[in-house]
């Protein structure tokens, strides 16, 4: 007869890994439809995930209406049309190109592709929460390296590698600071790496300041170096979650060693392509977001507050008051923006103008109350 044990409430059965076991669960914002039924609140205006405040283009939206009748089967999971997409349009081979679903789901492999327990992986302070998980989650060790002016300092990254560092994640521009650095400090950051240290660009939001510099030339010069990009930021297929990753070819065929079959679903490339061939859409959300950012500019310094400049669509303010606090008195005005972890910051998404308008009413509203 076989038994077996069923554990008392106050026994603690350990199975996760050890560096899973001091993960805390990423917090996603609410949705808005909850945050209605909590608050009793309509018309809240979201501006907490840096999303594209005019969705994505109307040709997608007919890409996926026309491709509909295809759920029923599986998509190709080599991702041909996607990867043919990205050929024509940034000049790379298929062997070249990892497709993620997202850009996070491109980061969880490359980090687990390379990085061991007994690896380090650098990032700096003040970087996207998602380096910081992924290297406690394989239990890697971690060097956050200090901001400089909410900023990477390229310098000292460089100087903190280590002979057991494997990964160095930098992003430009930066979530959540939106902080950028130019060509000629990525060059020199980048002759003081190592070739056995693989380098992860993180670009999610390329699209929005496009003239700062072109990384993508670089992959030829150092194999080393992998660009990750999503398109659930400018080009709007957030819901779809659709990213890409360039690199050499024998990166590439790593990544698709572990990379799951079927990570980006048949919709989400058909979008993909379209959403790709349409840069007229990516120039209109280019001016939008370029006249959001100068009217909420000018309505955070009119409030006598302060920002860091950003160079991606969002801006992280300075509210000189407590970021949670801040947080739900917005949720009350039926505004949503993202507390970042950062002392008397918030974060806030540009949206269209009469979001943009909402929202710098809430806030005159709110800190107008705590003095």
């Not at 594209?52 to 509909?68: F, T």
């Not at 959300?285 to 959001?292: E, T």
Request: with cysteine.
């Amino acid at each position: 007869m076989t038994s077996t044990f069923t554990p008392t409430r106050s026994e603690t059965i350990t199975v996760a890994n050890q560096g899973i076991e001091r993960l805390k669960p990423y917090q996603p914002g609410k949705p808005i439809s909850e945050l209605e039924r909590e608050l009793g609140i309509h018309d809240i205006v979201k501006l907490a995930s840096n999303e594209n405040p005019l969705g994505c283009s109307d040709k997608v939206k007919q890409a996926v209406i026309d491709q509909v009748a295809e759920i029923g089967r599986y998509p190709d999971g080599g991702g041909f049309i996607l990867k043919d997409q990205i050929h024509k349009q940034f000049g790379f081979e298929h062997d070249q190109i990892t497709l993620g679903n997202g850009s996070n789901d491109l980061l969880e492999i490359i980090a687990r592709t390379f990085v061991s327990e007994q690896d380090s992986v650098i990032y700096s302070e003040h970087a996207f929460a998602v380096y910081a998980l992924l290297t406690q989650a394989i239990n890697a060790q971690a060097i956050e390296v200090p901001a400089k002016d909410f900023a990477h300092d390229l310098e000292a990254m460089a100087a903190a590698i280590q002979d057991n560092t494997k990964l160095i994640f930098i992003a430009n521009p930066n979530n959540p600071t939106g902080t950028w650095f130019e060509e000629a400090e990525f060059v020199q950051f980048m002759q003081k790496v190592p070739a056995h240290v693989v380098v992860v660009l993180d670009e999610a939001y390329v699209e929005y300041f496009p003239e700062n510099f072109n990384s993508l030339k670089f992959l030829a010069q150092y194999p080393n170096l992998i660009v990750s990009r999503t398109l659930s930021k400018c080009y709007g297929l957030a819901a779809l979650r659709v990213g890409f990753a360039l690199a050499s070819v024998q990166i590439t065929n790593y990544l698709n060693r572990i990379r799951q079959p079927f990570n980006v679903n048949h919709l989400a490339m058909v979008a993909a392509v379209a959403a790709l061939q349409d840069q007229d859409f990516i120039e209109k959300s280019r001016q939008v977001n370029k006249a959001g950012m100068a009217q909420l500019q000018q309505g955070i310094e009119q409030l006598g507050l302060s920002y860091v400049p950003s160079r991606a669509n969002f801006l992280l303010i300075n509210i000189d008051a407590d970021p949670a606090q801040t947080f739900n008195a917005l949720l009350k005005q039926g505004v949503i923006v993202r507390p970042v972890g950062i002392d008397k910051h918030i974060r806030v998404s540009i949206g269209t103008e009469a979001e943009n308008a909402k929202f710098l009413t809430a806030l005159a509203t709110v800190l107008g109350s705590k003095e």
